[in-house]
């Protein structure tokens, strides 16, 4: 989605807003702009295509002078991708300069009343749309900037992050803040804007996260004034000290952000359970959750609600938590069930994750939880995300940020978090015998060591990657706790290969689509020792009896399915309950190199966004 970035200060606001939105392209966009105002002069420049696009159009357009300026990452909307929709966009006087991520709803019947007072716009844009009307408050009411984004913003409907600037001050930028997120990082003198901290992490470790319905006046030298849009109440501003550090949002040597992010998934799966696993007493000890493990345990059923990866995730955790605590479990994509009517009581228990913690449909799912009495628990990666602070209580997974848009250590950092809280639930019900318990909790500790042994298979999976690059379809079969990490093996190539894969449970194979099945069709199947594996091998029998390429994931030192198998990609042992944190490692590293084979854009494939802030 968007990606918003501004500046006030004493230094060139050009090379800082370039940097940042580079920082911010992980979120998908398709085109970029800038704004700049020196004083005397604002210059504009934005392009269809990438940060790398805009700066070579602004080279020969721009002076890049000015300490104040606004740019924008656009992922389109309202209007095709070009270079009149993307933002900046100017009001028709050429006076103010707006950037806005989110949408504005009721943006054609505003436009239509722009018209009829004489307006022009040169772009397709909602956002255009909101700059003009807040010129059209601004000269009607004669009120200043502040006050006229104010009363604007209360006639729109729709959600926002938007900064804007008005040429009679020019030292001053207001923003404001409804669902969709922003960051204003606290310097010395100076003030950064932005979708989320990276674009400023290298100048301050202070930064204010504006709540929805609220809106700030920053001024140059001075302090933020913040008030909440609806009613005008003055609102303290509470300044955090951010735990970011510029290496983790750097590559690190790897090609990729994606690459990065699955080899550092044996250190942040230990990061997510360090100080709440503790095996040697026999403890798991989530803050979070202490106060409210009786809501759990009482509860009639535990729903999850998720989107994407995430999703996935909650469908690993319907196994462990029925499977151990006995409480019943719905998994539901919050873009349904928001829609749905739900019936919820305050009896239930509504667990959302969400790696981003700013998914729009997550979000409105939660809120719909609440307003019907459910208890929401939140399992989100982004400290301080809308999600983390819309939820009653919640636990962070602490994996640290992933930018490739692939989610990688965001999967299976939630499984680990998921994963403890129903061993938790269980142990404290006593529905898992002590020893059952007790292994798990070592068997647990061990998990980052068996995904290190399992990412040295790399140069193997790079082989099977070779061989199938060219599949245009693959089938995912897995059973059990792998159902879910078949689904997500899919997705994984699908979003950045382009290459159409299903994911399904081996059992439905025979119902449907192992009509698909003929020599050009390779079918990864996860085939691990487990309650499952005898059906498993009938299943790969199936599959080879119609001429079907096997790529299995199997248990170090399988014989079986080596024998029937095209190829293998080995993990180590492990209980059943947990094996999706590590079969779904092979399956990560084989979408990578085959995307990569094809020449794929694997940290910002097309048309996906990071986080989904619109519906
Ligand atoms: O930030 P969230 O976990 O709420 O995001 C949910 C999905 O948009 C996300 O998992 C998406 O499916 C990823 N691109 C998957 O790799």
């Known amino acids: 989605m968007c990606g918003i970035v501004g500046y006030i200060g004493h230094r060139d606001a050009y090379p800082i807003i370039i940097n940042g939105l580079k920082r911010l392209e992980y979120r998908g966009y398709d085109s970029a702009g800038i704004a700049l105002y020196d004083g005397t002069q604002i210059e504009l420049a934005k392009t269809k295509g990438k940060v790398v696009d805009l700066e070579q159009r602004a080279n020969g357009s721009i002076s890049k002078k000015g300490t104040l300026g606004i740019g924008h990452t656009r992922w389109a909307t309202h209007g095709v991708p070009n270079d009149a929709n993307s933002h900046p966009h100017y009001s028709n006087s050429g006076e103010l300069v707006i950037i806005h991520n989110g949408i504005i709803e009721n943006y054609s019947s505003i436009k239509k009343e722009l018209i009829n007072r004489g307006y022009t716009f040169h772009s397709d844009t909602d956002t255009e749309v909101l700059v003009n009307l807040i010129e059209e408050i601004k000269k009607k009411e004669s009120v200043k900037l502040g006050k006229a984004v104010q009363i604007a913003l209360n006639q729109v409907v729709g959600a926002y992050a938007i900064a804007v600037f008005d040429k009679n001050k020019p030292n001053e930028i207001v923003v404001a803040k409804l669902g969709s997120p922003l960051a204003i990082g606290v310097g010395e003198d100076e003030f950064f804007i932005a979708s989320d901290a990276s674009p400023f992490i290298e100048f301050t470790n202070n930064a204010i996260y504006l709540e929805d319905e609220e809106m700030a006046i920053i001024r140059r030298g001075k302090d933020i004034k913040i008030r909440k849009i609806k009613n005008d109440k003055v609102v303290k501003p509470f300044v955090q000290e951010l735990q970011l550090n510029i290496e983790q949002i750097e590559k690190g040597g790897y090609d990729h952000f994606m690459l990065k992010e699955i080899y550092e998934q044996p250190s942040v799966i230990k990061d997510t359970y360090r100080g709440r696993l503790l095996v040697d007493q026999g403890i798991i000890k989530l803050g979070g959750l202490e106060e409210y493990i009786p809501k759990f345990i009482n509860a009639d059923r535990i729903i999850i609600i998720a989107c994407g990866t995430s999703w996935h995730a909650g469908l690993v955790a319907e196994y462990t938590f029925e499977d151990w605590a006995r409480i019943p479990v719905e998994v539901e994509y919050a873009s349904e069930f928001r829609y749905r009517n739900p019936v919820i009581t305050e009896k239930d228990v ?38 983390s602070r819309e939820t009653h209580s919640g636990t962070y997974t602490h994996a640290g940020p992933e930018i490739g848009v692939a989610s990688t250590k965001a999967f299976t950092t939630q499984i680990t978090v998921l994963t403890m809280i129903a061993l938790k639930l269980a142990h404290v019900k006593g529905t898992i015998s002590k020893s059952d318990y007790m292994m798990h909790l070592h068997e647990l500790d061990m998990i980052p060591t068996h995904v290190a042994a399992a990412l040295k298979s790399n140069d193997k999976i790079k082989e099977i990657a070779k061989v199938f690059k060219d599949a245009t379809n693959f089938l995912y079969l897995g059973r059990g706790y792998n159902f879910p990490v078949a689904l997500e093996g899919a997705l994984k190539l699908k979003e950045i290969s382009y290459i159409h894969a299903e994911g399904y449970p081996a059992a439905e194979m025979k119902h449907g689509p192992i009509a698909l099945i003929d020599e050009q069709m390779p079918v990864v199947v996860i085939a691990i020792n487990s309650n499952h594996y005898g059906k498993v091998v009938s299943n790969i029998e199936e599959i080879k009896a119609r001429k079907g390429k096997i790529i299995a994931v199997v248990t170090e030192g399988d014989t079986v399915v080596r024998e029937l198998a095209d190829y293998v990609m080995e993990v180590p042992k492990t209980p059943e309950t947990l094996t999706p944190l590590v079969t779904t490692i092979p399956l990560q590293l084989l979408s990578y190199h085959i995307a990569v084979m094809l020449d794929r854009n694997v940290d910002q494939p097309r048309n996906l966004a990071k986080s989904v802030t619109v519906e």
């Open 350 to 387: 509504v667990i959302a994750i969400s790696q981003s913690g700013e998914t729009a449909d997550t979000l409105a799912a939660i809120k719909l939880a609440k307003k019907k009495g459910a208890f929401v628990y939140g399992i989100c990666n982004v400290v301080g995300s809308t999600i």
